[in-house]
């Protein structure tokens, strides 16, 4: 039986090369030979705390979910993909039967199997076999990076759609990480009038202004004393103060879409909420998000390769989890499986 090299989470800050055998694809399956996994912050809570509230890794468990690669085999009932074929995976799969999967909500699906959330293995791994519903070519001039960051892409797709960002309106984003800069580019994608992006740090808000989007340095001046009411507020940060200041420069009628994990509770300014009416929302990951994302950067609308800092073959996971913890100038960690 052939194997494949992964690698596992053993428990809080150890990780180790496992050797498995390779998946086989069943009918409506392919496999994929994993060129590219995108390090998200996630993998690193894992890593660190061993858990994510309810989610507790009590087995060897797979990191990684932002996965691009090529088809290497594909089952028998598979007629949209052949091998050869380089791909995006999307790696949460619903169980299409319930309320929410039926009405298009399938992020919102009690029963989703998603990557790298226990009991789910990830895609650190040399193969991962995928039903094809949820593997989407991607075209030759898209990089294999690019290819798995179509994930934190689709994040920001999600919370555009979720924030109702459209032609004209002014778009704050706060937090200028790895989702942060993808959310912002894909703010003025879908026809932001104004974009602006804050954090306190300034190797990112350079990145941000390389990307050709405002910013503003909330380490130096309160975001309250910066003038900027934004239509819609794309909260990136999970940070509370931030939240807060954010929430307090809101323009009338101005929808909060809250995507950053942060700590459990946030408080926010209620006053302000009830007299401008704002809308406040959650935003959990994506749904039917990968066509638009993919066209959305192989036509350089979104740059994704500007985000990679680091690639780590797989003998390196632990290396690719502390990078952004041990670098400020560290963006995005990409674990390459088969280095
Ligand atoms: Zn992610
Ligand atoms: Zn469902």
Redesign the pocket.
Known sequence: MPTMQVSVLRGIGQVDIEERPTPEPAADEVLVEVGSV?V????VHYYEHGRIGPYVVDTPLVLG??AGGVVTSVGAAVTHLQVGQRVSIEPGVPCRHCPQCLTGRYNLCPDVRFFATPPYDGAFSQFVAMPASFVFPVPDSMSDDAAGLI??LS?GVWACQRGGVSPGTSVLVTGAGP?GLIAAQTARAYGADTVTVTDVNKHRLHLAERLGLATFDVAQTSLVDAGIEADVLLECSGNARATWDAVSTMARAGRVVLVGMGGDTVQLPLSYVQDRELTITGAFRYANTWPTAIRLAASGRVDLDAMVTGHYGLHNVEAALTASRDDPQSMKAIVRPGE
């Open positions: 995108g998200c912050g996630s993998d979910h932002e994930e934190p994040v989702v």
